[in-house]
């Protein structure tokens, strides 16, 4: 492991309680789990994701990580800046065509030596398939393979280990879901009794419902902990956005001083202001909402 990098993780991630009347007059605590903070290249569930990828990998004496994503991933940029601080070479497989100049994540993770190949939608929906696979081997030899999302059973494994961090009192988690592997860990790991509530940001989430169990399945054998999916809260699917978000975003960071990324937390807070003003928590619950990740691009 990079020693240098660990000893520069903020863990645990600092939680802060926010103070908003709306939470007040439901007599519901609101606290922010800042795993944003945790590394500026490697934010949240991106190194509680890949921590255990990188650490397989190197057992089992692989030279180069492999990875899927989009062209604005921060999955790959991420995967590409662990890679270049623990000596692995990197290959990220973008959904789409190539466009030139390449946007500020892309140009960001070939700084840090990712090399970028390109898939068109048709072949990168069957991007788990063997064809698929076979070809890239072809192309660039032998690789350790990453999902898209970094969601697998290793990454479940680093995700449990969020729950760890979370005080006794807390009695419901929210997060946002883009592949399941946050929570999927978070729940496994959570205390008996802790509600974790996922918000899918994108449309029709509900067959998350599945990838989550297999992906509990894989590490523990079974579904655990105690979780459910609000899917009506994707502003019209996966990286989507409508007046109404951006005006929750504005409002939001005028509030508290913190900008949401629209893509993930912005929804799932969304989510939790709606919850908590249509009476679904009891008073007196405390909540914790996992702010996991951003949207900003470190400089180059």
């Known amino acids: 492991m990079d020693d240098q990098l660990l000893a520069e993780l903020r863990l645990p991630s600092p939680v802060v309680e926010i103070d908003d009347n709306r939470f007040a007059a439901a007599g519901v605590r609101v606290l922010l789990k800042r795993d944003d903070l945790i590394h500026p290249e490697v934010p949240g569930n991106k190194w509680r994701k890949l921590k255990y990828n990188v650490a397989s990998a190197r057992e089992l004496g692989f030279e180069t990580l492999l990875t899927f994503g989009g062209a604005y991933s921060n999955h790959i940029r991420a995967t590409a800046a662990v890679a270049a601080r623990f000596g692995f070479g990197s ?13 500020p994540s892309l140009r960001y993770a070939v700084s840090r030596g990712m090399r970028l190949t390109y898939l068109d939608r048709a072949t990168y929906r069957e991007k788990t398939s063997d064809a698929v696979i076979e070809a890239l081997h072809r192309e660039f030899g032998e690789f350790y393979l990453i999902p898209e999302g970094g969601s697998n059973a290793e990454a479940v494994r680093g995700c449990a280990e969020l729950s760890e961090e979370l005080d006794e009192s807390v009695d419901v988690v929210f997060c946002a879901v883009g592949t399941g592997g946050t929570l ?19 449309k029709g989430g509900a067959f998350l419902e599945d990838d989550i169990l297999r992906l509990q399945e894989q590490v523990y054998g079974a579904r655990r902990g105690s979780w459910r999916l609000e899917c009506d809260y994707h502003f019209g699917g996966y990286a989507k956005r409508t007046p109404e978000l951006d005006a929750f975003i504005d409002a939001f960071e005028h509030r508290h001083g913190l900008r949401l990324d629209w893509v993930y937390e912005a929804k799932m807070m969304y989510a939790l202001v709606d919850q908590v003003a249509r009476g679904r928590f009891p008073r007196g619950t405390t909540v914790v909402a996992l702010i996991s990740g951003s949207g900003e691009v470190p400089e180059v």
């Open 91 to 103: 290959i990220g497989v973008i959904r789409g065509e190539e466009h030139l100049p390449l946007n």
């Open 184 to 202: 999927a860990g978070l729940a496994a790991g959570a205390p008996p009794g802790l509600i974790t509530v996922g918000v899918p940001v994108l």
